[in-house]
């Protein structure tokens, strides 16, 4: 029986072992997978965020074409407009002229009338003279009833032939400075209607110029829609990866190291601040999420309220906000409590939130772009939401290149870089470079 016995509690033993094995095994296997998941969606994420680049750049492209095309379409109508000026007033100049050349025209038929009748008279007197001349002027003398007679006979004929030469040439004159005048009116007028005539033909090719830009600007309109259609695809296939990533990051209300880094280093391919930076904020500010207030909790007094810590007019609505959209109690939840001076007299204000210590009136202006990113509400007591939040700031304060981090920490501190407080962003420093030295000796 003892045998039997013993042999039955070794079975029990081994089953109870293999029991546990069996349990780190699949243990060991659920975060092989979860590692491997990870692993195929970061891969995932880097090929789409480098589609999205490209896209992002082709637009810039795009862009910059059709304001290109944009511009000198403008350009052309303008000298469209321009040139429709010039034509309608060559145009004008030509009905001028055309009435100028009318009456020119009218004026010589005149002239030319006169000039006949003149000539018409003008041969009768040849003839009278010309009869005159065979007689000499003793006939004239002895024809004539008195000497004074046959003078002034004489003398009638010599202005005659006299008045007759100078208005033949003037005559002569004034049709050569119509005929003139016509020539000229009419090389004018060539002149007029072939600048209009080369005037229409630039018209029409401008018009056929905007019609041939409109249509590649048509075009690029297309091609910018279709690259806008692929980045919306990409942007929202990389926010469902992020928002699995995001939930990989498993968290409980106490984080280890490894995981903290595993966060920072996430939210550093979002953001581009330094993951090890973003380490030694959260240290600095929370002991990454361990001392997140001592306010405000469940059994505090009435003096550790949110409604006497904050700042009624700046933050108590915000955080009333903020619990209301998370479903939590705002009279429970714990938030930083102001500084005292020695007496115990309250200095300035407490209810910094969560991990990152942002007070609800800033948290206000960054929880849209945390849920940009993560896909869900935002919340300041989550750590992965206070990473994400922290370099948000971080980088809009500089913090995206490492000379700038000392700099971005003095502001997350008190809103400047003034030196009496410096040694906030110089302990930060010195802490993100040891976090860093961690990291690689970690392979991270």
């Not at 005292?340 to 309250?346: A, L």
């Not at 202006?365 to 994400?388: E, H, L, M, Q, S």
């Amino acid at each position: 029986m003892s045998f039997k016995r013993s042999l039955i509690a070794l079975v029990f033993v081994l089953v109870l072992l293999l029991g546990f094995t069996s349990r780190f095994v699949f243990a060991d296997d659920s975060m092989q997978a979860v590692e491997a998941e990870k692993s195929q969606l970061q891969s995932e994420l880097d090929q789409i965020e480098a589609q999205i680049a490209q896209f992002q750049k082709e637009l810039v492209n795009i862009k910059g074409e059709k304001n290109t095309l944009t511009n000198k379409i403008k350009q052309l109508k303008a000298q469209q407009a321009t040139l429709a000026l010039r034509i309608k007033e060559t145009a004008l100049e030509v009905q001028d002229m055309d009435h100028q050349i009318t009456a020119t025209k009218s004026l010589i038929d005149k002239n030319q009338v006169r000039t006949e009748a003149l000539k018409a008279e003008v041969a009768e007197s040849l003839r009278q003279m010309n009869t005159n001349d065979h007689r000499t002027f003793l006939f004239v003398f002895f024809s004539e009833h008195t000497l004074f007679d046959a003078l002034s006979e004489v003398q009638q004929f010599t202005q005659v032939t006299s008045g007759l030469d100078v208005l033949l040439d003037q005559l002569h004159k004034t049709r050569e400075d119509l005929s003139a005048q016509k020539t000229r009116l009419d090389a004018e007028q060539d002149h007029v209607e072939n600048l209009l005539a080369v005037q229409t033909l630039q018209q029409q090719a401008l018009t056929g110029s905007v019609k041939d830009q409109a249509t590649l600007l048509t075009q690029t309109k297309g091609k910018e829609k279709n690259y806008q259609a692929s980045l919306t695809d990409s942007q929202k296939q990389a926010a469902q990866i992020r928002t699995r990533l995001y939930q990989l990051l498993d968290v409980g209300k106490q984080i280890t190291f490894g995981q903290a880094v595993d966060i920072a280093t996430w939210v550093s391919k979002q953001t581009g601040v330094r993951a090890s930076f973003l380490l030694a904020i959260l240290t600095q500010e929370s002991s990454l999420g361990k001392n997140v207030g001592t306010c405000n909790r469940p059994g505090d007094p009435v003096s550790k309220s949110w409604k006497t810590i904050m700042k009624p007019e700046r933050d108590q609505e915000p955080f009333k906000t903020i619990t209301a959209e998370l479903g939590m109690d705002p009279d429970t939840t714990a938030v930083s409590c102001p500084m005292h001076d020695k007496k115990g007299n309250q200095i300035g204000w407490g209810g910094a939130m969560g991990p990152a210590q942002f007070i609800p009136s800033t948290w206000m202006g960054y929880r849209a772009k945390v849920t940009n990113i993560t896909g869900k509400v935002a919340n300041p007591w989550d750590i992965r939401d206070a990473f994400i939040a922290s370099a948000i700031k971080l980088g809009a304060d500089g913090a995206t290149t490492k000379d700038g981090e000392w700099a971005a920490a003095m502001r997350y501190f008190s809103g400047s870089t003034n030196v009496r407080f410096r040694f906030y962003g110089d302990q930060v420093v010195a802490q993100a470079e040891a976090y860093q030295k961690d990291m690689e000796a970690l392979g991270k």
